[in-house]
């Protein structure tokens, strides 16, 4: 398995590491943070490994890889999924990272490590595949893949109202004008993102993943929205971000940025509620209110609509902002009560019995 982390963005080596996989005829999973550098499409992708990781990765890793190549990951808890092994016991990792740094970082068993910029690395690895056939056949690959993508895959079909959020994203997969880039921020939302959007253009999904401030990815979307106006960008965020930064509308509005918000409004910081009803039994003791973000961009002079119902996202709505030449806010009142699958650093956390503790 070829398992890509972000350094495979920052070099811009994706294609290199897509052909490598080709030729090898090898499985390849990206880490969270590297979605978006692979299509999700391809034959040979099992998607998210570790946080919010696929259930396809999970099945192909829970059989064991005899044979592991990591590029540009630091094999973090959330590149790993809480530190799980990435190859059978017994098998090999190799990990190539430009920065020594990322050596050593890990708990989990790393046969070699290689400092080198994957720039140089990868022709070098491409050169050494041409003497190594293709695998002619994967059954680990093949029963991994026979099963669903994602957890609750019903979700993504659900009719129900209100609206689940996986079916939010369905609708905006389907909906996503070709040349769209998708960015998710900090919250339950962007674990939803990377656990059921399917990346089927590589350069066109980003989430910003680990020790980031709320709405990183609403400013940066509005940096890409401004250096970028003929691109459709379309950034999910959460409510509790809107609460950090969410007058960046006033920005976008003055400049008259085609900028595209999708508000997944569940009335709270669902990460923090449902990551301490796992750990602690119990969540915190105050609500956010509920905020009407359509009326608040619409007092701005951004375009406000609220959605409440499954296929009401459509293709016409993620073209308004490009149409009307300013920022369009769609607040998307999903069911609050539906929490993200994968989010394995919290899991970990409940496994290991904190609670017991404090
Ligand atoms: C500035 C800042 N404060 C706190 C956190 C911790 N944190 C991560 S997600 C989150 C809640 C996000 O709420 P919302 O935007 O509504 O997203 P949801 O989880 O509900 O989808 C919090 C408090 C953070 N990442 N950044
Ligand atoms: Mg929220």
């Not at 994957?118 to 050494?128: G, N």
């Not at 909906?175 to 939803?192: M, Q, R, T, Y």
């Not at 609403?218 to 999910?236: H, K, N, Q, W």
Request: proline share 7%; glycine share 10%; aromatic share 6%.
């Amino acid at each position: 398995m070829l398992f890509v982390g972000s350094g495979v963005r920052v070099s811009g080596t994706g294609a290199e590491v897509l052909k490598l996989a080709e030729s090898l005829r090898v499985p390849f999973a990206t880490t969270a943070h590297a979605k978006g550098t692979l299509p999700e499409t391809h034959p040979l992708s099992l998607g998210v490994h570790g946080h919010a990781r696929s259930r396809w990765a999970a099945a192909y890793a829970e059989e064991g890889p005899d044979y592991v190549v990591a590029l540009g990951t630091q094999l973090s808890d959330l590149a790993t999924g809480g530190y799980r092994p990435l190859a059978r016991k017994g098998g090999t990792v190799i990990q190539v990272d430009i920065d020594p740094t990322s050596f050593g970082k890990t708990i989990i068993p790393v046969t070699a490590t290689i400092q080198a910029d994957l720039r140089s690395a990868l022709p070098r690895l491409l050169e050494a595949a041409e003497d190594v056939a293709p695998r002619a056949a994967n059954p680990g690959l093949d029963r991994a893949k026979a099963g669903p993508r994602v957890e609750r895959p019903e979700d993504l079909e659900s009719d129900a109202v209100p609206l689940s959020p996986a079916r939010a994203l369905a609708d905006i997969e389907r909906s996503l004008p070709e040349n769209a880039k998708l960015v998710a921020d900090i919250g339950e939302h962007g674990i939803f993102a990377l656990h059921y959007f399917e990346v089927k253009r590589p350069g066109h999904f980003y989430k910003p993943v680990a020790s980031c401030t709320m709405a990183t990815g609403l400013t940066l979307s509005l940096g890409m929205a401004i250096g970028d106006p003929e691109t459709p960008i379309v950034c999910l965020t959460g409510d509790g971000c809107m609460g950090m930064h969410g007058l960046e509308l006033v920005t976008a509005t003055t400049l008259g940025i085609p900028l595209t918000i999708a508000v997944f409004n569940d009335s709270s910081y669902g990460m923090v509620k449902f990551g301490n009803q796992r750990v602690f039994g119990r969540s915190n003791p105050f609500e956010v209110r509920d905020v009407d973000f359509a009326k608040l961009a619409e007092s701005i002079g951004a375009i406000g609509v609220t959605v409440t119902r499954p296929g009401e996202i459509d293709r016409a709505l993620l073209e308004l902002a490009q149409k009307e030449k300013r920022p369009v806010v769609i607040d998307v009142k999903i069911d609050r009560t539906i929490a993200s699958p994968g989010n394995n650093r919290v899991n970990q956390m409940a496994a290991a019995g904190t609670h017991r503790s404090i």
